[in-house]
C-alpha cells in the first residue's frame, strides 16, 4: 500500500460550480462529489456543463460520497454513472432521496448501490479509507463535512457550509466534532473558499424567515417566492407564513415539485395536504391568497420564473399589485439574466424583492470569520482551499496563513493538479489532462470549443452562404443567402460579381475541384466583405454540379 494521497480536483477550483475531488491511496479511488454547473451567456445552446470524467475512466471507482444536494455537487453523478464504474454511492438520507429520483429519471437507479450516511452512527470504511462524518448547516438539509483518514495522513474536507446558531432544523455545524477531531490532529484540511473575501459572519436562515414574516401577511396580491429549488429550509419558512395569513401553496418547476415531493416524503417539509393547490386551479383562488413557490432564481430561460416574466407560462402571471421575492444570491455569469427577468417583472406592475432591497436572501456559506474559527478549531498542518474562483481561493488561503498555517504548507492549485499528501507534507506533483465537458440536448461531450466558436461567430456577424452551379465546364450567375448580415443590395451585388469573376477565372485555368472551388470562394469574399465593412461574416460556399 502506498503512503502518498493522490488528490485530483476535476472541478471546483478557479470557479463556482461542477464541484468533483478524487481521492487515490495505491490502486483504490473514491470520488467526493459530482457537480455541474449552468452555462454562460458564452456558452450558446449549451444546457449544462460538467467534469471531463476521461481521467476516471481506467480507474474503478470504489465509491461516490456526496456532502449535499446541491446540483453542483451531485447534478454530474448520472453522466459520471454513465461513463465509469462507481461501485457505491454515500450520502445522507435527503441528499440520497433527492439523488435516487435524479438517478431514476436517467435510468441509473440500479446502476451502484444507494448507501445512506448516519453521521451520528460512526465511521465508515471504503477500502484503505476510514471516513467519518460531521454535520454541517448550509442552505439545504443534511450537509456534512468529511474526514478521510488514511495511512498517508487525515484529511477534513468541509463541503458547503456556514457557522448557523439558529438553523430552522435545529441542526448546528458541529463544533464540538470539529473541535475533537482537531485534537486528532489534521494533517490536510480542504475548506469551501465561497465567501472567503466576505469579512464577519454569515447571517441564519432564520433572518430570511423573519423577513417572509414582515413581508407576505401585508401583501394584497400573489405572492412569488423563488429560491432554489434545493433550499427545502426556506420553502419551508415561506410555506409556514403563507399558511398562517391564509394563503394556498402552490409549487412551479419540475426541479422545486420533484424536490418538494421527496422532501415532504421523508419528512423534511410539513404542511397539511389542504393548503396545496395544483397551479391549474389556481385560477380558482382568488390571487390575496396565493403563495407560489417556483424556480428560476437564475434567469435560466426555459425556468418557471422567467417565463413568468414574459407572460409565458400557462398558469401562472403577475400583475399590478403582486409581489415577487427573489430569494436568492444571482451565480456569477447570470446577473445579466436576472436583471432581465426584475425588469420585465416589474414591466408587469409587481413589485420584485431581492437580496439588494430587502432581507430576503442569506448565503449557505461560510465568511472570513467563520473560516477563521474552523481553522482555528482544527489547526491544520496545510490548507488547500476548494470551491470557489481563483481569487476567492487565495483570499482563503491568507486567512490560513494568518491562523498560523505555514506559507509552504498552503496549496493553491487548479482542476487537474494533482495533489500529493505524505509524511513529509504537501504539495503538487503533476498535473492531469482536465476541462469541461457539454450537455447539449440528448447530446454529452459532442459540442467541442470550435462548435462554441462558430456558435458565437455566427451570433456577432451572421452567415453568408454563396450558392454556385457548375453545369458543361460553365457556372451560372451565384446566388446569395444572407442571414444576420444586413448589408445594402449593391454590397450584395458586388459580392455576386465577385463570386462570378472567380469560378470564372478557375474554370478558365481548368481548375473544377469542388474543394478548390470551394477555398477560393471563402477567401475572396471574406476579404471583399471585410474590406467594405470591417466585419466578420461565416462564409459557407456550396457549389453543385448538374
Same mark, same amino acid.
Given at each position: 500500500?502506498?503512503?502518498?494521497?493522490?488528490?485530483?480536483?476535476l472541478?471546483?477550483?478557479?470557479?463556482?460550480?461542477?464541484?468533483?475531488?478524487?481521492?487515490?491511496?495505491?490502486?483504490?479511488?473514491?470520488?467526493?462529489?459530482?457537480?455541474?454547473?449552468?452555462?454562460r451567456?458564452?456558452?450558446?445552446?449549451?444546457?449544462?456543463?460538467?467534469?471531463?470524467?476521461?481521467?476516471?475512466?481506467?480507474?474503478?471507482?470504489?465509491?461516490v460520497?456526496?456532502?449535499?444536494?446541491h446540483?453542483?455537487?451531485?447534478?454530474?453523478?448520472?453522466?459520471?454513472?454513465?461513463?465509469?464504474?462507481?461501485?457505491?454511492?454515500?450520502?445522507?438520507?435527503?441528499?440520497?432521496?433527492?439523488?435516487?429520483?435524479?438517478?431514476?429519471?436517467?435510468?441509473?437507479?440500479?446502476?451502484?448501490?444507494?448507501?445512506?450516511?448516519?453521521?451520528?452512527?460512526?465511521?465508515?470504511?471504503?477500502?484503505?479509507?476510514?471516513?467519518?462524518?460531521?454535520?454541517?448547516?448550509?442552505?439545504?438539509?443534511?450537509?456534512?463535512?468529511?474526514?478521510?483518514?488514511t495511512?498517508?495522513?487525515?484529511?477534513?474536507?468541509?463541503?458547503?457550509?456556514?457557522?448557523?446558531?439558529?438553523?430552522?432544523?435545529?441542526?448546528?455545524?458541529?463544533?464540538?466534532?470539529?473541535?475533537?477531531?482537531?485534537?486528532?490532529?489534521?494533517?490536510?484540511?480542504?475548506?469551501?473558499?465561497?465567501?472567503?473575501?466576505?469579512?464577519?459572519?454569515t447571517r441564519?436562515?432564520?433572518?430570511?424567515?423573519?423577513?417572509?414574516?414582515?413581508?407576505i401577511?401585508?401583501?394584497?396580491?400573489?405572492?412569488?417566492?423563488?429560491?432554489?429549488?434545493?433550499?427545502?429550509?426556506?420553502?419551508?419558512?415561506?410555506?409556514?407564513?403563507?399558511?398562517?395569513?391564509?394563503?394556498?401553496?402552490?409549487?412551479?418547476?419540475?426541479?422545486?415539485?420533484?424536490?418538494?415531493n421527496?422532501?415532504?416524503?421523508?419528512?423534511?417539509?410539513?404542511?397539511?395536504?389542504?393548503?396545496?393547490?395544483?397551479?391549474?386551479?389556481?385560477?380558482?383562488?382568488?390571487?390575496?391568497?396565493?403563495?407560489?413557490?417556483?424556480?428560476?432564481?437564475?434567469?435560466?430561460?426555459?425556468?418557471?420564473?422567467?417565463?413568468?416574466?414574459?407572460?409565458?407560462?400557462?398558469?401562472?402571471?403577475?400583475?399590478?399589485?403582486?409581489?415577487?421575492?427573489?430569494?436568492?444570491?444571482?451565480?456569477?455569469?447570470?446577473?445579466?439574466?436576472?436583471?432581465?427577468?426584475?425588469?420585465?417583472?416589474?414591466?408587469?406592475?409587481?413589485?420584485?424583492?431581492?437580496?439588494?432591497?430587502?432581507?430576503?436572501? #442569506?448565503?449557505g456559506?461560510?465568511?472570513?470569520?467563520?473560516?477563521?474559527?474552523?481553522?482555528?478549531?482544527?489547526?491544520?498542518?496545510?490548507?488547500?482551499?476548494?470551491?470557489?474562483?481563483?481569487?476567492?481561493?487565495?483570499a482563503?488561503?491568507?486567512?490560513?496563513?494568518?491562523?498560523?498555517?505555514?506559507?509552504?504548507?498552503?496549496?493553491?492549485?487548479?482542476?487537474?493538479?494533482? #495533489?500529493?499528501?505524505?509524511?513529509t507534507?504537501?504539495?503538487?506533483?503533476?498535473?492531469?489532462?482536465?476541462?469541461?465537458?457539454?450537455?447539449?440536448?440528448?447530446?454529452?461531450g459532442?459540442?467541442?470549443?470550435?462548435?462554441?466558436?462558430?456558435?458565437?461567430?455566427?451570433?456577432?456577424?451572421?452567415?453568408?452562404?454563396?450558392?454556385?452551379?457548375?453545369?458543361?465546364?460553365?457556372?451560372?450567375?451565384?446566388?446569395?443567402?444572407?442571414?444576420?448580415?444586413?448589408?445594402?443590395?449593391?454590397?450584395?451585388?458586388e459580392?455576386?460579381?465577385?463570386?462570378?469573376?472567380?469560378?470564372?477565372?478557375?474554370?478558365?485555368?481548368?481548375?473544377?475541384?469542388i474543394?478548390?472551388?470551394?477555398?477560393?470562394?471563402?477567401?475572396?469574399?471574406?476579404?471583399?466583405?471585410?474590406?467594405?465593412?470591417?466585419?466578420r461574416?461565416?462564409?459557407?460556399?456550396?457549389?453543385?454540379e448538374?
Amino acid at each position: 500500500m502506498s503512503d502518498s494521497l493522490r488528490i485530483v480536483p476535476l472541478g471546483g477550483l478557479g470557479e463556482v460550480g461542477k464541484n468533483m475531488t478524487v481521492y487515490e491511496l495505491g490502486d483504490e479511488t473514491i470520488v467526493v462529489d459530482a457537480g455541474l454547473a449552468f452555462p454562460r451567456d458564452e456558452h450558446l445552446g449549451v444546457d449544462l456543463i460538467l467534469p471531463d470524467f476521461g481521467y476516471l475512466h481506467d480507474r474503478p471507482v470504489r465509491a461516490v460520497v456526496l456532502t449535499h444536494a446541491h446540483e453542483d455537487h451531485v447534478g454530474a453523478l448520472p453522466y459520471l454513472m454513465r461513463e465509469v464504474q462507481v461501485g457505491e454511492v454515500w450520502a445522507t438520507r435527503l441528499t440520497l432521496g433527492l439523488v435516487k429520483s435524479k438517478l431514476d429519471e436517467h435510468g441509473l437507479l440500479r446502476a451502484a448501490e444507494l448507501r445512506e450516511i448516519e453521521p451520528e452512527a460512526g465511521a465508515i470504511d471504503l477500502g484503505p479509507f476510514h471516513l467519518e462524518f460531521v454535520r454541517m448547516a448550509h442552505s439545504v438539509p443534511d450537509a456534512v463535512g468529511i474526514c478521510i483518514e488514511t495511512s498517508a495522513g487525515r484529511v477534513l474536507h468541509t463541503g458547503d457550509w456556514k457557522l448557523d446558531h439558529t438553523p430552522v432544523d435545529g441542526l448546528r455545524t458541529d463544533v464540538g466534532r470539529l473541535a475533537e477531531i482537531g485534537n486528532r490532529g489534521v494533517d490536510l484540511l480542504l475548506g469551501d473558499s465561497t465567501n472567503a473575501e466576505r469579512p464577519g459572519f454569515t447571517r441564519s436562515e432564520r433572518v430570511v424567515g423573519e423577513a417572509f414574516r414582515q413581508i407576505i401577511p401585508s401583501r394584497e396580491g400573489r405572492v412569488l417566492i423563488c429560491s432554489f429549488a434545493s433550499n427545502i429550509h426556506r420553502m419551508q419558512q415561506a410555506i409556514d407564513v403563507g399558511i398562517e395569513a391564509g394563503r394556498k401553496v402552490a409549487v412551479v418547476g419540475r426541479s422545486m415539485r420533484r424536490n418538494m415531493n421527496v422532501a415532504h416524503n421523508l419528512g423534511y417539509v410539513q404542511m397539511p395536504d389542504e393548503a396545496l393547490v395544483r397551479t391549474a386551479d389556481l385560477e380558482e383562488v382568488p390571487p390575496h391568497e396565493q403563495l407560489i413557490l417556483c424556480t428560476g432564481s437564475q434567469g435560466e430561460p426555459l425556468s418557471a420564473l422567467t417565463r413568468i416574466a414574459y407572460n409565458d407560462h400557462p398558469a401562472v402571471s403577475v400583475e399590478r399589485g403582486d409581489t415577487v421575492i427573489i430569494s436568492a444570491r444571482p451565480v456569477p455569469g447570470n446577473e445579466l439574466r436576472v436583471h432581465d427577468t426584475i425588469n420585465r417583472l416589474t414591466r408587469s406592475g409587481a413589485e420584485v424583492l431581492h437580496e439588494e432591497n430587502a432581507p430576503v436572501h #442569506v448565503s449557505g456559506h461560510a465568511r472570513a470569520e467563520e473560516l477563521r474559527t474552523l481553522i482555528g478549531l482544527l489547526r491544520p498542518k496545510a490548507f488547500k482551499p476548494i470551491h470557489g474562483e481563483y481569487r476567492m481561493q487565495a483570499a482563503h488561503g491568507r486567512l490560513a496563513q494568518d491562523a498560523g498555517v505555514p506559507a509552504s504548507s498552503i496549496v493553491i492549485a487548479e482542476n487537474g493538479d494533482v #495533489v500529493e499528501l505524505d509524511a513529509t507534507g504537501v504539495r503538487i506533483t503533476g498535473q492531469i489532462a482536465s476541462g469541461v465537458t457539454f450537455v447539449d440536448g440528448l447530446g454529452v461531450g459532442d459540442i467541442s470549443d470550435v462548435a462554441l466558436r462558430d456558435r458565437r461567430h455566427l451570433s456577432e456577424d451572421g452567415v453568408l452562404i454563396v450558392v454556385t452551379t457548375l453545369s458543361d465546364g460553365s457556372a451560372s450567375q451565384p446566388e446569395l443567402i444572407a442571414r444576420g448580415f444586413a448589408e445594402s443590395e449593391e454590397l450584395l451585388a458586388e459580392m455576386r460579381q465577385e463570386a462570378h469573376e472567380i469560378v470564372s477565372e478557375l474554370l478558365a485555368g481548368d481548375i473544377s475541384e469542388i474543394k478548390l472551388i470551394q477555398e477560393h470562394l471563402h477567401d475572396g469574399i471574406g476579404q471583399l466583405v471585410y474590406d467594405r465593412t470591417h466585419r466578420r461574416p461565416m462564409i459557407l460556399p456550396v457549389v453543385v454540379e448538374v
